[in-house]
């Protein structure tokens, strides 16, 4: 298995994807705390709408996705939901379709339609260059140690998402613009390499996953990241090894090891059951 990523291209689709592992995987830990599980997928659909737009224009592809999902970002950290008969998910759902429609309806006009609707949907692992990965460590090492430097206040805001304390944040909250900010340009830059679907996945299965063993904050974080790690590997491995597309290989993966947790979950739950009926 190691023979296999003496392959520069194979090892550089694992340097790329380990990297989106842990990094996403962290973050979805408080997409899912928040219960915006959808504003990934809406964010990623707004950078992708940018880079159909960019080609639809003539226009630099890169500039233009970062200022679609940064001006996503920034409207998406105002969404606070006071109607008990809406959910911010219903609104984020909406942005997602729309945004889907749009890039569907630009990229229709390029030459290659169909296989670039491919390439947004699921990324292209295998062909990533040196300069995206150095390019997307140096960004997510800086969002990585801005969250570990205020993680206190991170976490603690969206405690109060988990809370339904959305009242006390106010109309603007820096920590909250902070956190869309660095989930914005995370997946800008993920999505252009790993697709809307495999960045979707990195950011819900290895968090939801680590929440059925854990739960307590550090040990979720430390599970989902090793989640996220190991679907990378394992994905990339049965990709090259079965001849799939990586992105799909990869989330194929992260779903089985959710379903394996789940199984676990199940079995210890039975047994604390069993146990507690035989104390009684």
């Known amino acids: ?22 990094l996403l995987s962290y973050l979805g830990v408080h997409v899912v705390g928040r219960g915006i599980v959808f504003v990934d997928l809406a964010l990623g659909q707004i950078s992708m709408l940018g880079v159909a737009v960019a080609t639809y224009v003539g226009q630099e ?4 996705s970062i200022a679609f999902t940064m001006v996503g970002a920034f409207l998406l950290s105002f969404l606070k939901i006071k109607d008990k008969r809406l959910k911010q998910e219903a609104i984020i759902g909406i942005v997602y379709a729309v945004a889907s429609a749009a890039t569907v309806l630009f990229i229709s006009k390029s030459p290659h339609g169909e296989s670039d609707i491919s390439e947004v949907l ?16 140096s960004v997510f090492g800086l969002i990585g140690v801005t969250h570990v430097v205020f993680r206190k206040k991170f976490f603690e805001l969206t405690e109060k998402f988990e809370n339904h304390e959305v009242a006390d944040i106010g109309v603007f909250n820096l920590w909250n613009f902070l956190f869309y900010l660095s989930i914005g340009l995370a997946i800008v830059l993920a999505v252009r390499v790993g697709g809307v679907i495999p960045v979707f996945s ?9 929440i059925l063993l854990a739960r307590k904050t550090s040990a979720v974080v430390a599970i989902a990241m090793t989640v996220g790690v190991l679907g990378s590997f394992f994905g990339l491995y049965f990709s090259v090894h079965f001849d799939f597309p990586a992105g799909s ?5 992260l779903g089985v090891i959710f379903c394996l947790l789940a199984v676990i979950r199940a079995v210890k739950g039975q047994r604390v059951t069993i146990s507690g009926k035989e104390e009684n």
């Open 1 to 22: 298995m190691s023979d296999m990523f003496t392959q520069e291209f194979i090892f550089s689709a694992l340097k790329v994807s380990v990297i989106m592992g842990l």
């Open 61 to 64: 592809e890169t500039l233009i």
């Open 122 to 137: 699921f990324g292209s692992l295998f062909t990533v260059t040196t300069s995206q990965i150095i390019t997307m460590g």
């Open 202 to 210: 990195y950011l819900i299965i290895p968090p939801v996953s680590a």
């Open 249 to 253: 290989s990869v989330v194929a993966i």
